[in-house]
């Protein structure tokens, strides 16, 4: 018997990608009462209590929760194999499926374009909500376009935010924007490849529409080349990026981390580039009030840009440095810019809860225009992140002059010195965070000297820099 845990959108993406196959579990399970008894596509979701009963030999983890879930199930002591499926298309996934996966490619039946052009499908089929991740594509497909080459994004329709409003929040073209109708059946985007006329994949996911990719690379060989990009320190990654090493023409990481660890695991180190961005800084040294040394005065300024989430970014550590800081009678103000994330609600209600109102501000959304200005504001920027890629919020902020106090992440230490420009402290290390602020804020001398060592970093991030590797990019 097999269990399925978690009733969310990733179990239901995980159910599809199955029922591909001919394959379903035999039961779903959860910790919310309301659904227990009642059905998902005919499965049955059944409460913890009863897995046992049930003679379950193997959970799958579909949701986010996998520590949490692993602890419950060991508490419960429930003897069953517990395997996490938090993605759809995990190394150990295909290599078991390999071939159903086959067959499913075999099943395709479309023309090749033979009239391939030098341009770019660039994959954003995981959805728009990884903002850094769809930063970079905007930034490329407008860097790349002004040197007459073309980028198309493949992507989905969502709920949160359609293609056209993606588009025109975005400036970018409607016709350069390829709507895929399904988001976990390979066979649509390896299609639509076959079919595109352009001549570079550029994979932002290691998932369903890489490994679509992978079966396009072994189909067109040289004609196409396959670029994968890792954005961030998810496992997947780095087990799908070696598994399918023999297709990928390159591999560009965002951090030094990302690539000594791809090294470590045996991934080729010829493939291996470190990729770059743009930070539109120009004008930043002769804005007044960043080099102003009057600039750091009280109360302290802190500020946080990113998603409003507990997962990742740990939004509830943010919360609980500031309260932290009230008790030792800092005056600050810490400024949350931002407004996606499924925890915009716990974060409101915690701020009231803990009686932060007067500390801690909700700015909202930032325009990409307007987020130097905001930096430009703050004396610290603030991230308790468990795990990242690269943050272009934290290049953002310390082009500006924000003094970085963050946790020990992929991405941190390719931008900060520790103690030079700012703070590096151990992730969930709260206590830590607080000491090194109260620090900055007790020495305003040394404040300003680190806000002037984060930006005499900021000329590796102009365009010179990275528009020749945007260009490498799109040649074979």
């Not at 004609?223 to 090493?245: E, T």
């Not at 520790?418 to 109260?438: E, H, K, L």
């Amino acid at each position: 018997m097999i269990l399925f845990w978690g009733t969310g959108s990733g179990g239901l993406n995980i159910l599809k990608v199955w029922k591909l196959f001919g394959k379903r579990p035999d039961f779903f399970s959860t910790n919310d009462r309301s659904l227990w008894g009642k059905f998902i596509e005919g499965i049955p979701v059944i409460s913890p209590d009863e897995i046992r009963e049930k003679n379950v030999s193997v959970v799958y983890i579909t949701c986010t929760a996998v520590e949490a879930v692993k602890k419950q199930l060991l508490s419960m002591k429930i003897a069953c194999g517990v395997l996490e499926a938090t993605f759809p298309y995990s190394t150990e996934f295909y290599l078991s499926n390999i071939d159903y996966f086959d067959k499913l490619i075999l099943s395709v039946n479309c023309r090749e374009n033979l009239n391939r052009k030098k341009s770019a499908i660039l994959d954003l089929s995981d959805g728009f909500s990884m903002s850094g991740i769809v930063d970079w594509n905007l930034q490329f497909y407008k860097i790349v376009s002004e040197q007459g080459f073309h980028a198309q994004f493949a992507v989905r329709d969502f709920g949160e935010i359609n293609v056209e409003s993606f588009c025109e929040q975005s400036d970018i073209l409607i016709n350069d924007c390829k709507v895929l109708s399904e988001s976990t059946d390979i066979r649509i985007p390896y299609q639509y490849i076959l079919e595109s006329s352009c001549n570079t994949v550029v994979c932002n996911f290691a998932q369903n529409f890489f490994i679509a990719a992978c079966y396009a690379k072994r189909k067109l060989k040289e004609r196409i080349k396959l670029v994968l990009i890792i954005h961030n320190q998810h496992s997947i990654y780095y087990s799908n990026a070696l598994f399918f090493s023999e297709y990928i023409d390159e591999c560009y990481v965002i951090s030094d981390y990302i690539g000594k660890k791809l090294e470590k695991i045996g991934f080729p180190k010829r493939k291996l580039r470190y990729l770059q961005w743009m930070v539109p800084f120009e004008g930043l040294q002769q804005n007044p009030e960043v080099n102003n040394s009057d600039k750091c005065q009280l109360p302290l300024k802190i500020g946080y840009a990113g998603r409003i989430v507990v997962e990742q970014k740990r939004i509830d550590l943010i919360i609980s440095v500031a309260e932290e800081l009230v008790k030792r009678n800092v005056a600050f103000l810490l400024s949350i810019a931002g407004d996606k994330g499924k925890d915009l609600e716990y974060l409101s209600s915690e701020i009231r809860r803990r009686n932060l109102q007067n500390n801690v501000i909700i700015v909202g959304y930032i325009k990409k225009a307007d987020i130097f200005s905001f930096w430009q504001r703050q004396d610290i920027y603030l991230s308790c992140s468990d795990y990242e890629g690269h943050s272009i919020s934290q290049v953002e902020a310390i082009c500006a002059g924000a003094v970085p106090v963050v946790t020990d992440v992929s991405g941190v230490r390719d931008d900060i010195t520790d103690g030079v420009n700012g703070y590096i402290v151990s992730v969930g290390d709260v206590p830590a965070i607080v000491y090194r602020i109260i620090e900055l804020n007790k020495d305003r001398d040394k404040l300003q000297r680190m806000r002037n060592e984060c930006i005499k970093i900021s000329s590796k991030f102009n365009k010179n820099n990275v528009l020749k590797q945007y260009v490498n990019i799109l040649k074979n």
